[in-house]
T-cell receptor
Framework: GENVEQHPSTLSVQEGDSAVIKCTYS??????FPWYKQELGKRPQLIID?????GEKKDQRIAVTLNKTAKHFSLHITETQPEDSAVYFC????????FGTGTKLQVIP | DGGITQSPKYLFRKEGQNVTLSCEQN?????MYWYRQDPGQGLRLIYY???????QKGDIAEGYSVSREKKESFPLTVTSAQKNPTAFYLC?????????FGPGTRLTVT
């Protein structure tokens, strides 16, 4: 089955700096890669996704890149703000969705 | 945030009792999912259903059971066979790729 690894598990950045979270996957049949943000005590919410026929996608301060050959994809957050503090999950979808173990991002004001 | 609901928000049970967690959606989504969330382990798939009257085991199905008699509802039963049932349980639904999550149920078994 699919195996998704996510790094780092925790990440602290100064407000205004960039944050990068990386994920790798094992199943070459996976073709959809979403990123979810989960604030403390709340449900995960989709923030950006990318399909396998695209290499990069941007939405304001967040971007995702995908390297299908290497089977890795990354989330980039620029100009971080305190409200970006949360746990971020990557996922890969083949036959079903497999999630990474999460990255706790702390943005220090 | 509306459209998919879970109840109750907090649930307490004694060891050895079965307990059923509710998940309802009015999004007309075909697929529904149950995940378990433990600290440091992300979301692990328990069961999923792609259509009414059909469901499949996920990665950690042992000790759990589900039913999908209606499109809107996908209840999860945590049985006494589940060795470590205390966790945060999330239900989700989807039409295509994007999953919409419910608010979750925190189950504590003592």
């Amino acid at each position: 089955g699919e195996n998704v690894e996510q790094h780092p598990s925790t990440l602290s950045v100064q407000e205004g700096d960039s944050a990068v979270i990386k994920c790798t996957y094992s199943d070459s049949a996976s073709n959809y890669f979403p990123w979810y943000k989960q604030e403390l005590g709340k449900r995960p919410q989709l923030i950006i996704d990318i399909r396998s026929n695209v290499g990069e996608k941007k939405d304001q301060r967040i971007a995702v890149t995908l390297n299908k050959t290497a089977k890795h994809f990354s989330l980039h957050i620029t100009e971080t703000q305190p409200e970006d503090s949360a746990v971020y999950f990557c996922a890969a979808r083949g036959q079903k969705v497999t999630f990474g173990t999460g990255t706790k991002l702390q943005v220090i004001p | 945030d509306g459209g998919i609901t879970q109840s109750p928000k907090y649930l307490f049970r004694k060891e050895g009792q079965n307990v059923t967690l509710s998940c309802e959606q009015n999004l007309n989504h075909d697929a529904m999912y149950w995940y378990r969330q433990d600290p440091g382990q992300g979301l692990r798939l328990i069961y999923y259903s792609q259509i009414v009257n059909d469901f499949q085991k996920g990665d950690i199905a042992e000790g759990y059971s589900v039913s999908r008699e209606k499109k809107e509802s996908f209840p999860l039963t945590v049985t006494s066979a589940q060795k470590n049932p205390t966790a945060f349980y999330l239900c989700a639904s989807s039409m295509s790729n994007e999953q919409y999550f419910g608010p979750g149920t925190r189950l504590t078994v003592t």
